[in-house]
């Protein structure tokens, strides 16, 4: 497996292809969930993926500050369904905080997560920072990660 982070003027047709696709696999089909995927926020954003055998299975995207939020903040966290459980979710967070703090100086990270996914941003520590809402139509949250 390799890990790759890019700017988005440096993916190639294809990396970004094999992005958008598993981001609309995972967002929009699997999750029954119509909504514009191609946000406008992927031009100013650093792209981390883990790639198997020319297959992309883990992906993240780590946006500047004063972008979606005040705050630097990762999102699109997915790894493909077939790699699912096996520790590479975590792995590519992992890789998104450290792009956030090295690339960006990051001390804080924001994040809208699913409710659901809640324990699994708490155990790279970040903490629930807002009440329940709904973001089309699945319950968020938002959470922040502060430097220690």
Same mark, same amino acid.
Not at 63 to 70: A, G, I, S, Y
Not at 82 to 99: F, N, Q
């Given at each position: %497996?390799?890990?790759? &982070?890019?700017?988005?003027?440096?993916?190639?047709?294809?990396?970004?292809?094999?992005? #958008?696709?598993? /981001?609309?696999?995972?967002?929009?089909?699997?999750?029954?969930?119509?909504?514009?995927?191609?946000?406008?926020?992927?031009?100013?954003?650093?792209? *981390?993926?883990?790639?198997?055998? +020319?297959?992309?299975?883990?992906?993240?995207? &780590? #946006?500047?500050?004063?972008?979606?939020?005040?705050?630097?903040?990762?999102?699109?966290?997915?790894?493909?369904?077939?790699? /699912? +459980?096996?520790? #590479?979710? %975590?792995?590519?967070?992992? &890789?998104?905080?450290?792009? *956030?703090?090295?690339?960006?100086?990051?001390?804080?990270?924001?994040?809208?997560?699913?409710?659901?996914?809640?324990?699994?941003?708490?155990?790279?520590?970040?903490?629930?920072?807002?009440?329940?809402? #709904?973001?089309?139509?699945?319950?968020?949250?938002?959470?922040?990660?502060?430097?220690?």
């Amino acid at each position: %497996m390799n890990t790759v &982070v890019k700017k988005f003027c440096e993916l190639t047709v294809d990396e970004l292809y094999k992005i #958008l696709q598993l /981001r609309v696999d995972v967002f929009v089909v699997e999750q029954n969930c119509p909504y514009h995927e191609i946000d406008d926020f992927d031009q100013m954003s650093y792209h *981390a993926y883990i790639e198997d055998n +020319g297959d992309i299975v883990a992906y993240i995207r &780590v #946006l500047p500050e004063n972008t979606k939020f005040k705050e630097i903040s990762v999102g699109r966290v997915i790894s493909s369904k077939a790699k /699912r +459980g096996s520790g #590479l979710g %975590m792995a590519i967070l992992k &890789v998104g905080i450290a792009i *956030a703090e090295e690339k960006f100086g990051a001390k804080e990270i924001r994040i809208e997560a699913q409710t659901y996914a809640r324990e699994f941003y708490e155990k790279a520590g970040f903490v629930k920072d807002s009440d329940e809402f #709904l973001e089309d139509g699945i319950p968020h949250i938002e959470m922040i990660r502060r430097k220690s």
